[in-house]
């Protein structure tokens, strides 16, 4: 199935393709993804596989690693995580697919590992932890340097992370080292970006005490760009607020995607009546610095990586509405100006 989607006399949104589902009949929310020796690895993540949440389900945790070889192949059981796993960061670094933070049922990680696929096996190799434990930050590759940004020390933690870091992966002898806050509010579930050799983060939500000492979500749509050489600066704010939207963002010669994500209009709605998350494709113009709509989303999804693989970007499993995951897994192909 393919679907191409124009918006406007001068932007081509760009095209959707679904590939073969997962072998989950769920699907995964916080799921680690990228690509290795060619090969599409989808890891961990979690899912409600008996009772939906407000039925009293239990939310899994997963350490199965699915492998995809080729766009028209069959998924296969790669291997496992070191432990059941999901919320971290991903993303490909040259024949690798690195994972850094994330949870499980009980705490937040500092871990991280790269994955790699070599001659039909999976290989862990260990990388340095994180200073702290961190799960629902964002993170993107700039160049050979992995940033990772806000999120949450532990799974009770009553306000979110502000902090941000950054590693050299092609050191000998990797470090992570702490660079400046991003200006804001700290933030978790927000959407990363490497464009322009610069690393961006997008909305998100911060928490806040509410009526009755009540922990809320505050939904944010301010965005920045930080380069190494200049540091932060604030960029357009979204024109309405984006949460868990797939990360990191798809991005093409002149400015990068927000794929749908959680607006925060339907908090409170009963679940069963939820009518599933945002649709509208946001692209960041970066010579006029505004944000432009550009389409829709074939198949909604937050909580899910995106990840380039053979020149186009896949958003491999994610969640659908809250509770209910999709094993679905969708292609899309940016279009840029004609």
């Not at 191409?4 to 009949?25: H, N, R, Y």
């Not at 679905?328 to 279009?335: D, L, M, Y």
Request: aromatic residues 10%; positive net charge; contains cysteine.
């Amino acid at each position: 199935m393919m679907v191409t989607i124009f918006a406007g006399a001068d932007a081509l949104a760009g095209e959707w393709k679904q590939l073969p589902s997962l072998p989950d009949k769920e699907g995964f929310a916080g799921p680690f993804a990228g690509v290795s020796n060619d090969a599409l690895l989808v890891a961990g993540g979690a899912n409600f596989p008996d009772k939906k949440p407000w039925d009293g389900g239990k939310k899994i945790w997963y350490d199965s690693v699915f492998v995809l070889e080729k766009p028209d192949g069959e998924w296969k059981n790669a291997g496992k995580l070191p432990r059941p796993l999901g919320y971290g960061v991903s993303v490909t670094h040259g024949d690798s697919v690195v994972c850094v933070g994330g949870s499980d049922a009980d705490r937040h990680y500092a871990d991280a590992f790269r994955l790699d696929w070599k001659t039909g096996k999976l290989v862990t190799t260990k990388l340095p932890s994180l200073p702290k434990p961190l799960a629902n930050a964002c993170g993107a590759l700039v160049g050979d340097n992995l940033y990772v940004a806000g999120g949450q020390e532990k799974p009770d933690s009553k306000d979110t992370a502000k902090t941000a870091w950054r590693l050299d992966l092609s050191a000998k002898e990797p470090k992570w080292r702490q660079i400046d806050a991003c200006p804001g509010s700290g933030r978790m579930l927000a959407v990363a970006a490497g464009f322009d050799g610069a690393f961006w983060i997008v909305g998100g939500v911060d928490l806040v005490v509410g009526k009755g000492e009540k922990i809320e979500r505050r939904y944010l749509k301010d965005a920045y760009r930080y380069d190494p050489d200049k540091g932060w600066k604030r960029v357009a704010d979204l024109p309405y607020p984006v949460v868990a939207a797939p990360s990191p963002a798809p991005a093409d010669a002149s400015g990068f995607y927000i794929l749908g994500g959680d607006d925060g209009s339907q908090v409170g709605v009963d679940p069963e009546k939820h009518r599933g998350f945002g649709k509208k494709v946001l692209r960041y113009d970066m010579k006029s610095n505004k944000w432009v709509e550009a389409g829709e989303v074939s198949a909604p999804r937050v909580t899910v990586p995106c990840v380039m693989w053979n020149r186009t970007w896949v958003v491999p499993s994610g969640e659908m509405r809250p509770g209910v995951r999709s094993p679905e897994v969708w292609n899309f192909i940016p279009g840029g100006k004609k």
